[in-house]
């Protein structure tokens, strides 16, 4: 079984759409998750980390189930320049055990 | 926010010469480095931890006499595949954290894409 397990996709929704994604974890010493966000042959970059309490930020929405180990983001109304693949990333301790999921792909089209 | 850089973005060699690719950070001091591989439509893989001044800690798997790592200062890293074989095509990329934080944010270097024929 993988460390950071998620449904590859792709997922494909038109403008507009909520989508969501989930991603299951292994490591129950987890202590710290994000989102990253990698557009195709580019780095990954920061969208947001995710918090116990849940967190918003603008469209974008995340939350954290300790209890069933995984994180989920949450994305309203849709834009043409979400496209792109998410990444679920956990950390067990410092940054060098972060573990990154495969990513699933967006594509929202117009 | 923290900028980091890899250089080159994209290399084309063959088999069995080495290739060197770069991985600074331009607006901060980085004492610790990660250098990933990623396959397409896989996640980024650790290879190493590449710390300032000290030997890098390779991940199990990954040969350290393959892939050279060196960290001479708090703003570069290196990484040198050697004697480059075309399974070594893949996307390398680089990523630091800022001193002293421990938020989990990496700031990643634009990748490298290296091609062995």
């Known amino acids: 079984r993988k460390e950071v397990e998620q449904d590859p996709g792709p997922f494909n929704v038109p403008e507009g759409a909520t989508v969501a994604f989930n991603c299951t974890y292994s490591n129950s010493a987890s202590q710290s998750f994000f989102w990253y966000r990698q557009d195709c042959r580019k780095e990954p970059k920061l969208l947001m980390s995710v918090y116990s309490s849940g967190n918003e930020d603008g469209r974008f929405t995340a939350q954290l189930n300790r209890a069933s180990q995984y994180i989920s983001l949450l994305i309203r109304d849709s834009k043409l320049s979400d496209s792109a693949t998410y990444l679920c990333v956990v950390m067990a301790g410092s940054a060098r055990q972060l573990t990154f999921g495969s990513g699933t792909q967006l594509t929202v089209l117009p | 926010g923290a900028v980091v850089s890899q250089h080159p973005s994209r290399v084309i060699c063959k088999s069995g010469t080495s290739v060197k690719i770069e991985c600074r950070s331009l607006d901060f001091q980085a004492t610790t480095m990660f250098w990933y591989r990623q396959f397409p439509k896989q996640s980024l893989m650790l290879m190493a931890t590449s710390n300032e001044g000290s030997k890098a800690t390779y991940e199990q798997g990954v040969e350290k006499d393959k892939f050279l790592i060196n960290h001479a200062s708090l703003t570069l890293s290196t990484l040198t595949v050697t004697s480059a074989h075309p399974e070594d095509s893949s996307f390398y990329i680089c990523?630091?954290?800022?001193?002293?934080?421990?938020?989990?944010?990496?700031?990643f270097g634009e990748g490298s894409r290296l091609t062995v024929l």
């Open positions: 990523s630091a954290t800022i001193a002293g934080a421990n938020t989990g944010e990496l700031f």
